[in-house]
C-alpha cells in the first residue's frame, strides 16, 4: 500500500520579485513600487500574475484561518464594514496597481478560494504554507503601508465627508433650549427652570383670573415705562451737547477709574486724564474718539454714582450716551475707526450696556464683532512680532486684547454660547506688571515688570488672564449642545479652577497686607471671586441635578452649594452692592444662577428629609440659604423701585420660596407657590404704579420681521431687571410654561 503512494509533487516556488529586479538580477525588497525602482526613476515597476494570484489565494485563507493579520486597517471601513470609496480618485496613486486591487483581479479571474483548513486536492499544499505565510506577513506589511499612506494624506475618511443624517433617529438632542429665536447652552440659568417641576406645572394649569388681571396690569405700566426710554429709531444726539456738568463728569470719572478699570484695562489713564483736561479747556476742539470715550466711562460710572439728587436723571442720560456711541461706532466707513481708539470705544460700549442693562442679554453677539475686529487689527499676535511699533502701544495692545479676551469668556457663559475663540488662535503675551505712570508716547525702553507679590494697575487683569485657557475650556465643554462632557474632564477643570482660585486669592490677601499705597478694594476682590466663581458653578450644574438621583456625582451637588452660597454673600461693598442693584447682563446672570440653585437645593432637602420631624431637625442648617434666596427677592424688589420695569425675577423666586415655605409646614405646595404669586404681583403692580401713574400708548414704529415672525416686539433697550425672564408673554394663557412661550424646544441628557 505504502509502494502505490506517491510522493507529493513539489510545486515550483512562484517569483515574488518585479519584472525589473529579476531581469536585473538584484535582491527587490517587493515593496510598491519597490526600493531598486524608486532608486533608478522606473515608473513601471510591476509583478507577475502568479504573485498576485498567490496573494490573493494567501488573503483569503487568512480570512478563514483567522485575524492573525489585519489586511486593512478598521479606520479605513464604515460602519457596514465595506471598503471606503476607490482609492483611485487620489492624483498620486491612480496610476499605480496597489496590491489590494491585484488581489481582486486575481479573484475575479478565478483564484481558488481558501475556506478552512486547506484541502489535500488544494494547490496549497502543507509543503507550502511556510511561504504562504511569509507571503501573507509581506504582502500585510505592503497593504498596511500604503493604507498609511493615504490616511496620512486625507484629513477625513470620504464616507464622514459625505454622510448626512437622513432620519431624525439619528439626530442626538441638544443640551440646551430653544426660547424666542434664541439658543442657550448649559451655563446659561434658563436651563435651570426644568428643574422646577412644582413651579411650571403651575403656571401651565393654576391660570387662575384673579393672577392673570394683575399680571396684565403690570404689563401695561411697564410697557408705559419704556415709551419714556430714548427711542432707537430717532436719537442720534449731538456727541458733545449731552456732556454734564464738570463737578459730575469729575465724580463719574473717578467712580470708573477707581472699580472697573482694574480688571478691564482699557484706558492709558494717563493720556486719557491728559485729553480729559483739554476738552474742558476748550470742549468745541475736542476729537470725537475721546469725547465718545468721555460718554461710556460716564455711563458706566453712573452705576455706582450715589446722590440721590440726579441719580434717576443721570440713569436716563446714561442710555443716551450709550445710544451715541453705537450710533458713531455703526456709522458708514468703519476703516477710520479700525484703531486702538476704535476698540477702546467698543470695550467700553459693551461694558456700559451691562452696567446700565441697555442690551446686556445680547453683549455675546457683539462680543463676536468686537473679537473679530482685533484679530483684523493683529491683536491675536505678541506685538513683539512687530519691532517698529512703540512701546507704549505695544502694552495697549496686550492690555486690550486681555480685556477682549475676558468679555468674550464672560459673555459666553451669560448667553450659553461658545466661546468664540480658543486658547491655541493667539500668542498675545500678558501685559507687563507696571503702573501706567510707568510708560507714555516717548519710552524708548520697556520698563522693568513688578513681580507678582507687588500690586499694581494691571495685577487683577494679570491674575485673570492666569486661568484663561481653563475657563475657555470650561465654556466650550458646557456649552457644547451636541456631547455631554465626561465626568473625568469636569474634575480635571474643577481642580485647575480651584487651584487659580485659591492662587489668586493668596495674591489678594499677600497684596491687602502689604504696606503699598495701592492695593485691591473689597470691590476688587469680589468682582474677581465672582468672574472664577461663576465657571465652576456651571461647570458641576449639570452633574449636580444627577445628583439628586446619582449619588455619584454628590461632589459636584455640594461645589454647586457652596460656589452659590460664596456668590450671593459677596463682601460689604457699597460699589458692590449697588452693582447688584442696578447692574444687568453679567451682573444679575450670575447672581440668578446662584439663586436658582438654592431655591432648587432648598427642595431637593426637604423632598429628602421626609417626615415632619425630620425636616424641623435640619431647619436650621437650611436657614443660611433661605436667607440668602431671600435677599435675591429683595434685590429684585430694589430693582423695580429704581427703574426697572421686569418684575418676573421677583414673582419667580417669591413663587419657589412658597413652594419651600410649604413643604417646611407640611402643606400644599401647589396652595403655597399660588399664594406666593398672587401676593408677588400684586406688590410689584403697586411698584410699577407708584412710579408710572399713567399708562400713555406707545407711538414707536413695530418691527415688521417680528411681526411677522410672530408678533413679538424689539428687543428692550433698558431693563433693569433679572435678565433671565425677559418673556413678553407672561400670563397664563398660552399653553406652554409662562418661562417658555409656545414653540420652545428644550432637551435635556
Known sequence: MADTIEP????????????ECRARKIKCDRNYPCGQCTQSKNLTCTYSK???????AAANHQESVGPSFSIASDTHLDQAGKPPASRASHGFVSHLETPSSLLRAAQYAGTPQLTGQP???HPASKGADADAERTIENLTYRVQKLEQTLADSIHRPQAALNHVPTTQASVEPLRGILHKNRFFGQSSSKTVFEQFGKLRSYVQVKKTSEVHGVILKCKSLAGAAKVRRPDPWTIYPELKSPVPSREVADQLLHVYLRTFESAYRILHIPSFQYEYKLYWDNPEAANPGFVVKLLLVMAIGTCLYDNPENETDLRSRALHWIYAAQSWLSAPFEKSRLNLTGLQ??????????????????????AGALLRTAMQMGLHHDPSHFPKMSILQSEIRRRLWSTIMEIAVQSSLDAGMPPLISFEDFDTGSPSNINDDEIDESTKSSPRSETNTVFTQTSLQITLLKSLRTRLEVARLINDGRVEPSYDDVLRLSTELVNAFRESTAFLQAYQSSIAVQTPTTFHRNLLEHFLRRFLLV???????????????????????????????PEADTDFSRLMVTGGGLASEIFASGAFFLCLELITQLEEDGSNM?????????EPMREAVRKMISLSEKRVQIGGNNFKGHVFLSMAMGQIDA?????SPEQGISDAAKKSVEYCHDLLKARIPVAPTSSRPV??????LGGEKPSNVEDLGFDYLQDANFDFEIPDSWLFPAGYENSWT
Not at 507529493?8 to 519584472?19: E, G, M, T
Not at 425630620?614 to 437650611?622: D, F, G, Y
Not at 413643604?663 to 402643606?667: D, F, K, L, P
Open 8 to 19: 507529493p509533487r513539489k510545486r515550483r516556488r512562484p517569483a515574488l520579485s518585479c519584472f
Open 50 to 56: 502568479d504573485a498576485a494570484a498567490t496573494s490573493a
Open 119 to 121: 484541502s489535500r486536492d
Open 345 to 366: 470705544v467698543h470695550c467700553l460700549l459693551l461694558l456700559a450696556r451691562q452696567t446700565s442693562s441697555a442690551g446686556s442679554d445680547l453683549v455675546w453677539i457683539s
Open 539 to 569: 461647570l458641576h450644574r449639570p452633574f449636580a441635578f444627577k445628583a439628586r438621583t446619582d449619588p455619584r456625582f454628590y461632589f459636584s451637588r455640594k461645589v454647586c452649594l457652596e460656589s452659590s452660597m460664596t456668590i450671593l454673600s
Open 614 to 622: 425630620v425636616l424641623q431637625r435640619n431647619k436650621a442648617s437650611r
Open 663 to 667: 413643604m417646611e409646614a407640611g402643606t
Open 703 to 708: 418691527d415688521q420681521d417680528s411681526q411677522e
